[in-house]
T-cell receptor, first 112, second 115 residues
């Protein structure tokens, strides 16, 4: 069964701290996507990771992909309140029937 | 703004009723995807259309159906509604029939409440 597991599922942290969200997947893939969702809002694409070792950074967020370990990380540096949201990873399997496999999401709350 | 338009934004209806959700993809996108997001189930893929044809099916109930029209807009029809169908329904679009290195672009969703 194809699985994408995110952890933690819930994270409450203080502003200024660093933390990492993990995305493990069970299938062969070299394409992984990170999305952000604010409460009751749409999903916004953050990063597209297309190869082993890929690293992308945008502001205080950095995402990486290790296809051999089947692991992606989303690292938050010096968190600020505006980063509070739910973060989803989605994997595109190599033998995909066209569909992304989604993680359950990590709800991140950053306290001032 | 993703360029994907969904209507209506909110729907409140009674059990047993039927509703239609509408989606217009981004200009130039040929694929439309429908997702259901509820609190206890997370994001669930329902169905995908590419250039008017059904491309993939996910966990879509038999009471639900969809289609994509020649102008590429899509409709999701939900019938014999149950309380458990209350959820946020998202439409997403992409240029090709697979993600192919580019992310899906999501609409703002339709929030369906079944009472």
């Amino acid at each position: 069964e194809l699985k994408v597991e995110q952890n933690p599922l819930f994270l409450s942290m203080q502003e200024g701290k660093n933390y990492t969200i993990y995305c493990n997947y069970s299938t062969t893939s070299d394409r992984l996507y990170w999305y952000r969702q604010d409460p009751g809002k749409s999903l916004e694409s953050l990063f597209v990771l297309l190869s082993n070792g890929a690293v992308k950074q945008e502001g205080r967020l950095m995402a990486s992909l290790d296809t051999k370990a089947r692991l992606s990380t989303l690292h938050i540096t010096a968190a600020v309140h505006d980063l509070s949201a739910t973060y989803f990873c989605a994997v595109e399997p190599m033998d995909s029937n066209y569909q992304l496999i989604w993680g359950a999401g990590t709800k991140l709350i950053i306290k001032p | 703004d993703s360029g994907v338009t969904q209507t209506p934004k909110h729907l409140i209806t009674a059990t047993g009723q039927r509703v239609t959700l509408r989606c217009s993809p981004r200009s130039g996108d040929l694929s439309v995807y429908w997702y259901q997001q509820s609190l206890d189930q997370g994001l669930q893929f329902l169905i995908q259309y590419y250039n008017g044809e059904e491309r993939a099916k996910g966990n879509i109930l038999e009471r639900f159906s969809a289609q994509q029209f020649p102008d590429l807009h899509s409709e999701l029809n939900l019938s014999s509604l149950e309380l458990g169908d209350s959820a946020l329904y998202f439409c997403a679009s992409s240029k090709r029939d697979k993600s192919y290195n580019s992310p899906l672009h999501f609409g703002n969703g339709t929030r369906l409440t079944v009472t």
